[in-house]
């Protein structure tokens, strides 16, 4: 079973509709991260948690809101999309300290 | 900031060589480099420490220059496997730990 999964894998939806981006790992780490991912934009930080009581602002955190339900959990909510917010999603986690960071399969999402 | 890596492309032959490069006009702490298949999740290559320290694995190394905030990554003898974007993610110290990547190379070896 993969260490870090996300659900769905792939989403249509419409502009200003309510959608969440689950993501799950059986890695035991504290630290879980959202980027999303644009063609020749690279990796971008929308929000990250250090714990379960801690959660920080990334760079482009306009638009998103996020849930860290357990030390497992971290959810990525968009209340109200929009088409600029179609890209692909990545969620990643990370043990304490400088470590690499490890993704999951991501979520593609398309917003009408 | 967002590092630049460069060149933003690059199409080899089996067998030959290619180097990328990341640079930050910010302090850095460490760099770390990913590859990318087309559709996957990015794949962890190697983080480089404060120290030039050079690290490698197997025909990929890399490099890290604190003083010149850069790191560049070698691929020698490329392999068919090698295509794929390779991404650096920079983070300059400090209990706030987060990495900030760059755009991304796009590495394409050809038979």
């Known amino acids: 079973d993969a260490d870090v999964t996300q659900t769905p894998r792939n989403r249509i939806t419409k502009t200003g509709k309510r959608i969440m981006l689950e993501c799950s790992q059986t890695k035991g780490h504290d630290r879980m991260y959202w980027y999303r991912q644009d063609p020749g934009l690279g990796l971008r930080l929308i929000y990250y948690?250090?714990?379960?009581?801690?959660?920080n602002k990334g760079e482009i955190s306009d638009g998103y809101s996020v849930s860290r339900q357990a030390q497992a959990k971290f959810s990525l909510s968009l209340e109200s999309a929009i088409p600029n917010q179609t890209a692909l999603y990545f969620c990643?986690?990370?043990?304490?300290?400088?470590?690499?960071?490890?993704f999951g399969p991501g979520t593609r999402l398309l917003v009408l | 900031q967002q590092p630049v890596q460069s060149p933003q492309a690059v199409i080899l032959r089996e067998g030959e060589d290619a180097v990328i490069n990341c640079s930050s006009s910010?302090?850095?702490?460490?760099v770390h480099w990913y590859r990318q298949k087309h559709g996957e999740a990015p794949v962890f290559l190697m983080i480089l420490l404060k120290g030039g320290e050079q690290k490698g694995h197997e025909k990929i190394s890399a490099s890290f220059n604190e003083k010149k905030q850069q790191s560049s990554l070698y691929l020698t003898a490329s392999q068919l496997s090698y295509s794929g974007t390779y991404f650096c993610g920079t983070e300059g110290g400090g209990s706030n730990y987060k990495l900030t990547f760059g755009k991304g190379t796009l590495l394409t070896v050809n038979p």
């Open positions: 990643a986690t990370s043990g304490k300290g400088r470590e690499t960071q490890y």
């Open positions: 910010k302090a850095l702490y460490s």
């Open positions: 948690s250090f714990d379960v009581k801690d959660i």
